[in-house]
T-cell receptor, first 111, second 115 residues
Framework: DAKTTQPTSMDCAEGRAANLPCNHSTISGNEYVYWYRQIHSQGPQYIIHGLKNNETNEMASLIITEDRKSSTLILPHATLRDTAVYYCIVTSGGSQGNLIFGKGTKLSVKP | DTGVSQDPRHKITKRGQNVTFRCDPISEHNRLYWYRQTLGQGPEFLTYFQNEAQLEKSRLLSDRFSAERPKGSFSTLEIQRTEQGDSAMYLC?????????????FGPGTRLTVL
């Protein structure tokens, strides 16, 4: 079973920030939080990952709580092309092995 | 485009036929993974190679499934005697350990339809 819990679906207005939450209360000290997204009929796309510090790249920001039991992926200015299923995955980074995907959050960006 | 390619992108076959899919990973990546995704579900892990060695296999990988990575570069996934339940998207990913992480990059997938 996936080690994370995410809402099934969310809506966001185009141009606004999309904040996608993820709970991972059983995360271990050596486990990373990874985010992928999957646009319809395409392969999953890597977005960002982090261990304990907040991270930002050209696609998104990742905010991890101090106790590491939850995180939020932020898309600062959502566009219609950000409509996708977003997966939050917890994995030990050193030997990632297989990723365990849950059902993710279906984000719908609306004009 | 992540640099991981898969061929074919679509395959339609009749039940009982054998099919083979190919994955070409990012060139410097030594790890290669296969996943399967059915409609409405997240991808599920099938198997994993480090270089040419197959290090892990899921219980989903029945004896009708076989995967190879003979020279540690491209990989093939073969399904023998296909069944309708094999209809799914087959995804390949590759990675290379950097620092303490091992980010996997996925290809576009091969969609298999078994009639």
């Amino acid at each position: 079973d996936a080690k994370t819990t995410q809402p099934t679906s969310m809506d966001c207005a185009e141009g606004r920030a999309a904040n996608l939450p993820c709970n991972h209360s059983t995360i271990s000290g050596n486990e990373y939080v990874y985010w992928y997204r999957q646009i319809h009929s395409q392969g999953p796309q890597y977005i960002i990952h982090g261990l304990k510090n907040n991270e930002t790249n050209e696609m998104a920001s990742l905010i991890i709580t101090e106790d590491r039991k939850s995180s939020t992926l932020i898309l600062p200015h959502a566009t219609l092309r950000d409509t996708a299923v977003y997966y939050c995955i917890v994995t030990s980074g050193g030997s990632q092995g297989n990723l365990i995907f849950g059902k993710g959050t279906k984000l719908s960006v609306k004009p | 485009d992540t640099g991981v390619s898969q061929d074919p992108r679509h395959k339609i076959t009749k039940r009982g036929q054998n099919v083979t899919f190919r994955c070409d990973p990012i060139s410097e990546h030594n790890r290669l993974y296969w996943y399967r995704q059915t409609l409405g579900q997240g991808p599920e892990f099938l198997t994993y190679f480090q270089n040419e060695a197959q290090l892990e296999k899921s219980r989903l990988l029945s004896d009708r499934f076989s995967a190879e990575r003979p020279k540690g570069s491209f990989s093939t996934l073969e399904i023998q005697r296909t069944e309708q339940g094999d209809s799914a998207m087959y995804l390949c990913a590759s990675s290379s350990r950097e620092a303490n992480t091992d980010t996997q990059y996925f290809g576009p997938g091969t969609r298999l339809t078994v009639l």
